[in-house]
């Protein structure tokens, strides 16, 4: 159930979204005519995409891919009845802390038991899709937000934990520090029903800044 039932899956929609957004704060017409129109940041949904968002959890995205390569690899097809009989031990040995080798073995028996959806969520409103999310462990507001994001197209959704997306805040709205998270949500209001998309631009506008800086984009 997006936003005005719109879903962000094509170039396209991303750039019809964006220009919603850019109506909304001209500062982002600024990043795009400096960097270009975003990416999309699309990735398949259900237990795959669950177990990328959760490979990703507190480590630089230069280290999830290389992860993610060994996880993917091991556990494609991603059969919730196959996972969901996987040692933990066996999960973590990709390269996965036990706390998200349980993530991904619990959410598979969740599925494998009938107890959670990855359809039902695309029916659902952003909110109650995020806190159904949340129901699996390991899964809190910012792997909830990527997913309805990255994984749904959701057009609104704020990973207002990520910390590139507040590194990107402070640098657009000229901060002197890092925003608290609890202040991310009051910082982005204006730029709502097009979050996600404030969120695209931001990470590029992070990572194109790190890039010229010497820094290591990731």
């Known amino acids: 159930m997006q936003a005005n039932g719109f879903a962000i ?18 500062r982002f017409g600024v990043l795009q005519a400096r960097n ?11 237990l795959e995409g669950l177990a990328w968002i959760v490979t990703g959890q507190l480590i630089s995205a230069r280290a999830a891919e290389v992860i993610w390569q060994r996880v993917s690899a091991a556990l494609a097809p991603f059969d919730a009845h196959r996972i969901a009989e996987l040692d933990v031990d066996e999960v973590a040995a990709l390269g996965l802390t036990r706390a998200k080798a349980l993530a991904v073995i619990d959410a598979a028996v969740a599925v ?10 695309e029916t ?17 507001r910012w792997s909830a937000d990527i997913y309805l994001m990255s994984c749904l197209g959701r057009p609104d959704a704020w990973p207002a ?10 640098q657009l709205l000229g901060l002197p520090s890092l925003p ?8 982005a209001e204006a730029w709502r029903p097009w979050r996600a998309v404030a969120a ?9 800044t790190r890039v010229k800086g010497g820094g290591e984009a990731g």
Do not use: C, K
């Not at 270009?36 to 259900?46: A, K, T």
């Not at 695209?200 to 194109?208: A, G, K, M, N, S």
């Open 9 to 26: 899956n094509t170039r396209d929609e991303l750039e019809q979204a964006a220009a919603s957004l850019i109506r909304l704060d001209e």
């Open 200 to 208: 695209r631009f931001l990470w590029d506008h992070y990572v194109e």
């Open 180 to 187: 608290a998270i609890a202040a991310m949500d009051g910082l």
């Open 124 to 140: 659902m409103d952003d909110a109650q899709a995020a806190r159904t999310l949340a129901s699996l462990r390991g899964i809190g």
């Open 161 to 170: 934990g990520d910390l590139a997306v507040r590194a990107g805040v402070q």
């Open 36 to 46: 270009g129109l975003p990416r999309l940041r699309l990735r398949p949904g259900g």
């Open 112 to 121: 494998r038991d009938g107890a959670f959806s990855f359809a039902a969520l």
